[in-house]
């Protein structure tokens, strides 16, 4: 398998292993929009469960949930990306009108 990125997030043009055109396939946009989704159900799922078990100090979330969200969404992003662009590949929606 060739390496997707070249750099955190910056797709390369072409597979390395079987040079298919990946570069094609744009997920930047949708990628962000999943992370945030999916990062604010958690965490606000987390902040519900806490204020209803009784609430803590707002001093906690701004000084634990807010940077573990941060760090959670940086980790998922990259196999987030990853995997919408192997689902575009699949799909063969890229920006080239060709079916
Ligand atoms: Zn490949």
Known sequence: MGKQFSGFLSQNARC???NEPLGRYDAGLLTALLVGLVIVLVFAGAFLVIELAGGTSP?????ILLPI???????????????????????RA??????
């Open 69 to 91: 969200s941060v760090a959670a969404s940086l980790l998922v992003m990259r196999p987030c990306k990853g995997g919408l662009i192997g689902l575009l590949w699949a799909l």
């Open 16 to 18: 390395q292993h079987c």
């Open 59 to 63: 001093l906690y979330y701004l000084v």
């Open 94 to 99: 890229n920006d080239r009108l060709e079916r």
